[in-house]
């Protein structure tokens, strides 16, 4: 796929596991591949790349030292024992800039801002969450992964900001955060009628899920309602209050595992919410292995191809027409760009391709399994056919 004039590359090159490949970036971006094809690596690379100086101000603020040592540097990033990702002949581009340890080691240059440009809501993200509320960066591990406890500390802030601000103890449903329309989606596919009070009755203050009478506590919430809390605290994050379509400074918006412990209407929901980031102006990156994301964008390709006027998705959604739902269907089809690629793994290691066009007639496997999210599919399909047309002789 010829790349678009709005998208962007991040190159790497013998980068722990991936051999060699590039990802050029549209407004939305699936990545997807096995367990441990680097996927997630690859992403915090890309992180460290564009938010490295916010990111050394942080670990100064939190009493970090690496002291000027590269490997000291990766560890604390990426995670305990992770230097060793990087090796004596790998390489990283990003926007046709080399950055080697030097490059990226470098202090000078840095924006005066201390605001980061790209919001990262990693796999791990229910950990997050200690006796129903985010826990403060000082409360991981040195060890424990940059991504995971900048996460958790920015949700915190946003709720101690959201308590001492105005009082409110009804978190979830809030009018103001989020459309009505998009608000039921989240009821009916997630929260089912139930709704989430911010409790301070015991001195700390906790989530509780109200059911009823009940007010339930964190650790007795569904899977599914839990995997999803931290998300739902990113979106008001993400999505002001009033007219401000997006939050200032911050242009991308990576999220690891979307699906996690989520029913396939829950994942729906949040693929609605995807759009809507998009629609507002962030550009979206998802790591999943959950093929209904693929079949969204699989069917936005062909919306694009056939100039539909972006209607059908409230049929592909199953939900009522609305005006503002209807802005962000239209928006996808029309203005922004979607791109897939396949951390494929090799025996000499992963490869990064372009699955974009999602063609299941192509003669190339990966192309038409969707980097391998549709292959147990269509072998199901292969056999009941097969013993169909025996059974019709």
């Excluded at 056939?306 to 269907?329: C, H, M, Q, T």
């Excluded at 496997?365 to 980097?371: H, L, Q, V």
Aim: zero cysteines; glycine letters at 6%; a neutral charge.
């Amino acid at each position: 796929m010829a790349k678009k004039s709005n998208e962007i590359k991040l190159s790497v090159s013998n980068l722990a596991q991936i051999r060699e490949g590039s990802v050029s970036f549209g407004d939305f971006t699936l990545i997807v591949g096995a367990q441990a094809s680097g996927k997630s690596l690859f992403l915090q690379m890309l992180k460290l790349i564009v938010d490295r100086h916010q990111i050394y101000e942080t670990l100064e603020l939190h009493a970090y030292d690496w002291g000027g040592k590269f490997e000291n540097l990766l560890n604390m990033y990426f995670g305990e024992s992770m230097s060793g990702i990087w090796k004596s002949d790998t390489s990283v581009t990003w926007e046709g800039k080399n950055y080697n340890s030097k490059a990226i080691l470098a202090r000078q240059g840095a924006k005066a801002s201390k605001e980061e440009s790209m919001f990262y809501i990693p796999a791990q993200r229910v950990v997050t969450m200690s006796q129903g509320f985010p826990r403060p960066f000082s409360s991981f591990e040195v060890g424990d992964p940059y991504v995971l406890k900048s996460f958790s500390e920015t949700m915190r802030v946003l709720m101690e900001k959201e308590s001492a601000n105005n009082g409110q103890e009804n978190i979830f449903p809030k009018t103001g955060k989020m459309s009505k329309a998009i608000r039921e989606q989240l009821d009916s596919g997630i929260f089912h009628g139930a709704s989430i009070e911010l409790d301070k009755s015991s001195g700390r203050k906790r989530f509780l899920l109200r059911i009823g009478e009940s007010r339930l506590p964190f650790m007795t919430w569904s899977a599914g309602q839990k995997e999803f809390m931290p998300l739902l605290l990113s979106l008001y994050h993400l999505i002001p209050s009033g007219n401000i379509p997006k939050k200032e400074n911050i242009d991308w918006v990576v999220i690891e595992e979307p699906e996690m412990g989520l029913h396939p209407k829950a994942i729906q929901t949040v693929m609605l919410l995807a759009l809507q980031l998009i629609q507002r102006g962030y550009k979206v990156v998802i790591s999943t292995h959950s093929p209904v994301l693929l079949e969204l964008v699989w069917v936005i390709n062909n919306l694009k191809q056939y100039k539909a006027s972006g209607d059908e998705l409230f049929d592909l959604f199953n939900i009522p027409k609305n005006p503002e739902v209807r802005k962000i269907f239209q928006t996808s089809i029309v203005e922004k760009t979607f791109n897939t690629w396949y951390f494929q793994r090799e025996k000499d290691g992963v490869y990064i391709r372009d699955i974009s066009a999602l063609d299941a007639g192509s003669d190339n496997p990966d192309m038409a399994n969707w980097g391998g999210l549709s292959e147990f599919a269509s072998r199901a399909v292969d056999i009941i056919s097969k013993l169909a047309a025996h059974a019709e002789k």
